[in-house]
Nanobody, 123 residues
Framework: VQLVESGGGLVQPGGSLRLSCEASGFTLEHYAIGWYRQAPGKERLGVSCLSSFAANTYYADSVKGRFTASRDNAKNTVYLQMNSLRPEDTAVYYC?????????????????WGRGTLVTVSS
């Protein structure tokens, strides 16, 4: 089981980025996929959770209306479209997998993790 994130980088405030999370060794569609972020010196917190078969999508209040999670089952990939980015969105972003989105806001709810991709929002 492997998850690999990509798409991070440096963007100006108000800009957009799309993160990708590609899975190998299992079928992403059958799992809940969470996106998490960790800023320097802070704990890792949930940003979004997309339940298995995309039945439901959950977002942290801080990103509602700005971030959108989606799946491409043919590519076994999940995306996080991030718009209207703010300096406080700066963090390492991780994708993770679990059987469900239960308690998804907490990193301990997830079983499998990628290595993360850095997003920096700065002018």
């Amino acid at each position: 089981v492997q998850l690999v994130e990509s798409g991070g980088g440096l963007v100006q405030p108000g800009g957009s980025l799309r993160l990708s999370c590609e899975a190998s060794g299992f079928t992403l569609e059958h799992y809940a996929i969470g996106w998490y972020r960790q800023a320097p010196g802070k704990e890792r917190l949930g940003v979004s959770c997309l339940s298995s078969f995309a039945a439901n999508t959950y977002y942290a209040d801080s990103v509602k209306g700005r971030f959108t999670a989606s799946r491409d089952n043919a590519k076994n990939t999940v995306y996080l479209q991030m718009n209207s980015l703010r300096p406080e969105d700066t963090a390492v972003y991780y994708c993770a997998a679990a059987e469900s989105c239960s308690n998804w806001a907490f990193a301990s709810a997830m079983n499998y993790w990628g290595r993360g991709t850095l997003v920096t929002v700065s002018s």
